[in-house]
């Protein structure tokens, strides 16, 4: 592709790294994304910076703090496509937890002088601020989809992304029920597709890494995990989560409360 | 056709015949928990002593200390594993310079199929309508069938979710099998009495010194099956059937199941007759494509994308899809039902909903229905 190859830009907002580390765990097919796109900005990767604009953004972690809106929304303007990268881009992350308590209480409690502190109430979704081209779930993010994401970029076609059940892919793997054959909550049946169905595969029911699926049905998922015996502040906090501020995950620990 | 006696250890001589045969023997054995069909090499691979227990939304195994080959019902997968797999290469791209090249593979396997339900081979009957007749046959599918065998088995229990019977699928097994078994368990005696359908049956019936069977035996396994279909608890009602199905669109239970159904997909995936499937390209960064053909389900929000959204936003929409097709517009298609009577839709569903309560349900004209009949 020689200079046609599209320059990449990596960001960071609020989040632990693992996402923007899948890319650097793709490892056997590193070397060809290296070769197939430009990597420009990438700080996680390298110190070199090749200035903007760039073809392609991918951003991982959610927005908390004023300066994070500002960015957010210089990376759009200077961005041809955005594309999130996990659990805390899509839905605001594990750190949503604070939106539904008081994050000022928080601060108080945690630092010592909370004078400095300048944080929003909410920890949000990229997609609250700027208009997003394509989410890529996960906590963290499955490492073949973000190679599909690429490969689909440079193909110029839509990404295999499927947004079914977690069922649907240990029935195609042949997965023997968690739930139905082994009594395990599982949150399968409401969650997204995404990383191969990875805990029901070794006998652990589902924790909803890749958030609800397209159609997920939460209080019928209540009900079945109430039959298996299931104290409610439990299931409230199985759909408290890593995506636990994305509806309809956030309603249904909401009528658990 | 012949009617012989095999022998208990002669189980396991039709077993390495067929292997010697070139089969790749696939039948039933205890793996992850449950009964899987799986490669076989021996008869003591079999879940000698085991049963299952299936239920709305429960599913376990109970060894109950017997010598019995066959006394589950059926295993969680169906053989449409082997003849439909969940993902199929259908070819490869691969770029050459400036140009391109296609490369099909065809290295179908040879199946013998030990152990097929009277509901599991009806399902594979089924398929064969949907697979190889009318004007698109699907010639991975006439391959992987024109090459196996199968040995089907009578079933000797039933589960809580079973009801072939009142589906026309079982529990005895009139054709379409090469060598039918019944496992006869009376008096202290234990064999089986075995019934070569095909050439290819027969074949195998030669390699093995069999006795020939009796009117005793066959009033003895008549009697058995006669049995097994009176344990059966559950049954649709087929008599009007698909009239009422096509006249209630807005049957208040529609909404009373949506709110239960998760749209998991699991019932589909489970379901030995369903045959939905989408086509993706996989592709790799050095310009290589894989195009595969991989199951897909009715309850699935993409299944039904089109340009400009989705003709069945709801989930109560798609369940309707789904049981109507089973039930009435099937006949239209393929000029059966779509359901078997296996149970498994009910077993692997999690909140336990239950097709033949459903259709019990959606008989009730809608001005009498009361919620939660």
Known sequence: MGNNRPKLAVWKFASCDGCQLSLLDCEDELLAVAEAVQIAYFPEATREVVEGPYDVSFVEGSVTTPHDEERIREIREISGIVITLGACATSGGIQALRNFADVQEFTNIVYANPQYIDTLDKSHPISDYIKVDFELRGCPIDKYQLLEVVISLLAGKRPNIPTHSVCMDCKLKMNTCVLVAGNEPCLGPVTQAGCGALCPSYNRGCYGCFGPQDSANTDSMTEVWRHLGVADETILQAFRGFNGFLEPFKGASERLE | ?373
């Not at chain 2, 009577?341 to 259709?359: A, K």
Request: proline share 4%.
């Open chain 2, 1 to 373: 056709m012949e009617l012989k006696v095999l022998q208990l250890d002669q189980l396991n001589d039709l077993i390495q015949v067929l292997i010697m045969d070139d089969y790749q023997l696939i039948g039933p054995k205890v793996k992850d928990g449950v009964i899987s069909y799986d490669s076989i090499k021996s008869s003591s691979e079999l879940p000698i002593g085991i049963i299952d227990h299936q239920s709305p939304g429960k599913y376990a195994l109970q060894n109950i200390q017997s010598s019995r080959f066959f006394g589950y019902t059926v295993s969680p997968y169906s053989w449409k594993k082997y003849l439909y797999p969940p993902v199929q290469s259908l070819f490869k791209v691969n770029r050459n310079g400036k140009g391109i090249s296609f490369e099909v593979t065809n290295d179908e396997p040879r199946y013998a199929f030990l152990g097929v339900r009277g509901c599991e081979l009806n399902a594979i009957k089924i398929q064969d309508k949907i697979f190889l007749k009318g004007n698109y046959i699907d010639p991975n599918y006439k391959r992987r069938r024109e090459l196996s065998m199968i040995i089907a088995v009578e079933c000797f229990n039933t589960c809580e979710t079973c009801f072939c019977d009142s589906v026309g699928s079982g529990p005895e097994i009139p054709d379409g099998a090469d060598i039918v078994l019944t496992e006869i368990f009376e008096d202290g005696d234990h064999y089986f009495l075995a019934r070569s359908e095909t050439e290819k049956g027969q074949d195998i019936f030669n390699h093995l010194k069999l006795n020939d069977a009796d009117d005793k035996h066959v009033l003895i396994k008549d009697a058995q099956l006669e049995r097994v279909r009176t344990q059966l608890k559950r049954r649709v009602q087929t008599t009007g059937l698909k009239s009422n199905l096509m006249a209630n669109p807005d049957h208040p239970r529609w909404d009373e199941v949506a709110e239960r159904c998760l749209a998991c997909s699991n019932c589909t995936m489970v379901c030995p007759t369903c045959f939905c499937m989408t086509v993706e390209d996989v592709n790799d960064l050095d310009g290589t494509t894989d195009r595969q053909m991989r199951w897909d389900s009715c309850f699935t929000s993409e299944f039904t994308y089109i340009h400009g959204g989705n003709t069945r936003e709801s989930v109560k929409s798609r369940y309707r899809q789904w049981l109507t097709h089973k039930f009435a517009s099937w006949q239209d298609q393929f000029d059966s039902l779509g359901c078997v009577g296996c149970g498994r839709c009910i077993t692997w569903c999690p909140p336990g909903i239950d097709i033949t309560e459903e259709l019990e349900a959606l008989s009730i004209p809608s001005n009498q229905y009361k919620k939660g009949e």
